[in-house]
Nanobody, 126 residues
C-alpha cells in the first residue's frame, strides 16, 4: 500500500488549497480514507473522512470550509480547503483503513487507520 500526498504550500488567510493523496497497491470495498493534520507541539487530529460509499465526516473546526472527495477511477483522495485560517497551518496526512469502516467519529481517530502517507506542509499567513 502506498499513499503519496501532494498539494501543500503557503497561502494567505482566506485563500484556498487542494491536497491530493494518490493511492496504490490495494483495492477496498468497505474501507475508508481520511485526512489528518498535526501542528507543532500538538497531537495529530482528524480533519475529514470518507467511506468507500461516499459518506463523509468532518471535524467541527473545518465544517463548511473543507471538502473531502475521492476519485475512484484515479484512486485519488482530495481535500479542498477554502477560507483557510492561520490555525489550519499544519502538516497534513492522508490515511486508509481497508475494511470495516463503521463511520462517524471513529473515522476521525488516528488509531483507526492502518496505512499512512507522508505529510505535506500547509502554511497559512495572516
Amino acid at each position: 500500500v502506498q499513499l503519496v500526498v501532494s498539494g501543500g504550500g503557503s497561502v494567505q488567510a482566506g485563500g484556498s488549497l487542494r491536497l491530493s493523496c494518490a493511492a496504490s497497491g490495494y483495492s477496498y470495498s468497505s474501507g475508508c480514507m481520511g485526512w489528518f493534520r498535526q501542528a507543532p507541539g500538538k497531537e495529530r487530529e482528524g480533519v475529514a473522512s470518507i467511506l468507500s460509499g461516499g459518506t463523509t465526516n468532518y471535524a467541527d473546526s473545518v465544517k463548511g470550509r473543507f471538502t473531502i472527495s475521492q476519485d475512484n477511477a484515479k484512486n485519488t483522495l482530495y481535500l479542498q480547503m477554502n477560507n483557510l485560517k492561520s490555525e489550519d497551518g499544519a502538516m497534513y496526512y492522508c490515511a486508509v483503513r481497508l475494511v470495516g469502516c463503521g463511520g462517524g467519529w471513529l473515522t476521525l481517530a488516528t488509531w483507526y487507520y492502518t496505512y499512512w502517507g507522508q505529510g505535506t506542509q500547509v502554511t497559512v499567513s495572516s
